[in-house]
């Protein structure tokens, strides 16, 4: 009897020792390949409407190179759906926020007024901000401004008005001095009297560039706009 748990007890020691010798001798396939397997989260970027990308809105804040200066705030409303891929990203409605950059009121004689102006941001009627880089191509014919290559606004200059006002200034001098004199000298007199008139007036009225709330401005997107909403 003990003979036999002698030998079972041999037996399982036998048994025991052969299943650690196994076990420390076959590598798992994380030693083997000296590699442990690894989950990587790859955070894929927000889409963006790209650069050059148009955006028309119908102003709603009176601009004027005469009330307005630099930091002042302006608001429109966009009139056409942007959208890419299919799918509306700008609805019509949008509110656009944005500040007047530069402001140049030019007398007659120096140039043309002009407003630089700078949007900000987008927000949808559905709540959703984007942050909105852009620049103002074009405004409607109604506003009598153009916009140059830089963006800028700018009114009107010197023009055939001026020159009828100089020219209606010096007439009625030379009208005037005429009647009182009945002579040639009495109107040349006059003349340089009612011209000298004129162009103080000419050199001291300044233009302006006047851009009234429905004016129509197109602007395109400077900067690709990524669709991440913006803080508040």
């Known amino acids: 009897m003990t003979r036999r748990i002698v030998t079972f007890s041999a037996a399982m020691l036998l048994t025991v020792a052969a299943v650690a010798q196994q076990e420390t001798s076959v ?5 083997a390949t000296g590699k442990a397997h690894m989950t990587v989260n790859v955070a894929q970027s927000a889409p963006a409407l ?3 990308t148009a955006v028309k ?5 009176m601009l004027s190179t005469v009330t307005n200066k630099a930091g002042d705030a302006f608001a429109g409303r966009v009139t056409e759906d942007v959208s890419m891929n299919g799918n509306v990203v700008i609805p019509v409605g949008s509110s656009i926020q944005g500040k007047v ?3 140049s009121s030019e007398r007659r004689y120096k140039g043309v007024p002009s407003l630089e102006l700078r949007p900000e941001q987008v927000t949808t009627p559905n709540g959703d901000k984007y942050l909105l880089n852009a620049v103002v191509v074009d405004t409607d014919k109604a506003s009598e401004t153009k916009v140059n290559d830089e963006g800028k606004i700018k ?5 055939g008005r001026d020159k009828l006002e100089m020219a209606v ?3 009625a001098g030379a009208g005037v001095g005429a009647l009182m004199t009945h002579s040639a000298t009495g109107a040349l007199v006059g003349g340089v009297i009612g011209g000298s008139s004129a162009v103080v007036y000419w050199l001291t009225k300044h233009k302006s560039a006047t851009l009234a709330p429905g004016t129509e401005i197109v602007m395109e997107l400077s900067r690709p706009m990524t669709l991440n909403s913006a803080s508040d």
């Not at 809105?57 to 804040?61: A, D, F, H, S, V």
């Not at 009114?155 to 023009?159: H, V």
């Open 169 to 171: 200034g010096t007439g």
């Open 101 to 103: 950059v530069r402001v």
């Open 155 to 159: 009114g009107k200059g010197i023009d």
């Open 50 to 52: 790209p650069m050059g």
């Open 57 to 61: 809105m119908k102003l709603e804040t």
């Open 27 to 31: 590598p798992t396939k994380q030693q």
